[in-house]
């Protein structure tokens, strides 16, 4: 499933790929998989994310509400 709300969090802070990659010290590529939806990241990892883009780990990582609209169909 893609990360779109990291990505949008990450657009929102007006930073590219590398520059979160950067921060949270991983590759531009790592982030890309994580947004693409072909990479787990572990919880140390999500909670650099988190921190570097202002936000918590519900903000970017709950689905509760997807899983739902998915279960119902």
């Given amino acids: ?3 779109k709300k990291m990505k949008l ?4 802070k007006d ?5 979160l990659a950067r921060r949270v010290e991983v590759t531009r590529q790592t982030i890309g998989m994580i947004e693409a939806g ?3 990241p572990s919880l140390k990892l999500c ?3 988190c921190r570097a883009l202002g ?3 519900n ?3 709950w ?6 609209e998915e279960s119902s169909r």
Wanted: hydrophobic share 45%.
């Fill in 1 to 3: 499933m893609k990360n």
């Fill in 9 to 12: 969090a990450r657009i929102n």
């Fill in 15 to 19: 930073m590219s790929q590398e520059d």
């Fill in 38 to 40: 072909k990479f787990n």
């Fill in 47 to 49: 909670i650099a994310i």
């Fill in 55 to 57: 936000v918590t780990l």
């Fill in 59 to 61: 903000d970017l990582f």
């Fill in 63 to 68: 689905e509760e509400d997807e899983i739902y």
